[in-house]
């Protein structure tokens, strides 16, 4: 049974940094997506940063130069790495990973189907 458990995450002011962790165990595929998902107060899940089996990663507009996963392949670990954060980036930070069969697209095609639990991030003013 897969499973991802997170650590990280907490309360920080506007420009201020956290690392978030994510523990995935269980499998033993070699095709995969892992990312991090965020959810907002009162809003919707959204994608914010992935990364594939083959290393390739992929990053949401609204993370792109502030989000960095710093794995190169994330095999049983997948950090997040988010720098210079704003109060709108205030949301719970989820774990997720998907493993198909053959990795045949990029990682945004995909819906995951595995989920932790989702740390809190805070940033105030």
């Known amino acids: 049974q897969v499973h991802l458990a997170e650590s990280g995450g907490g309360s920080v002011q506007t420009g201020g940094s956290l690392r978030l962790s994510c523990a995935v165990s269980?499998?033993?595929?070699?095709?995969?997506?892992m990312g991090w998902v965020r959810q907002a107060p009162g809003k919707g899940r959204v994608p914010a940063a992935h990364?594939?089996?083959?290393?390739?990663?992929h990053y949401i507009e609204f993370s792109e130069g502030r989000f960095t996963i710093p794995q190169e392949i994330a095999k049983n670990t997948i950090d997040l790495q988010v720098d210079s954060l704003k109060p709108e980036d205030t949301a719970m930070y989820y774990c997720?990973?998907?493993?198909?069969?053959?990795?045949?697209?990029?990682?945004?095609?995909?819906?995951?189907?595995?989920w932790g639990q989702g740390p809190q991030v805070t940033v105030s003013s």
């Open positions: 990364i594939d089996s083959r290393g390739r990663k």
């Open positions: 997720a990973a998907i493993f198909p069969v053959k990795l045949a697209a990029p990682c945004p095609n995909y819906q995951y189907d595995h």
């Open positions: 269980g499998s033993t595929a070699t095709d995969y997506c």
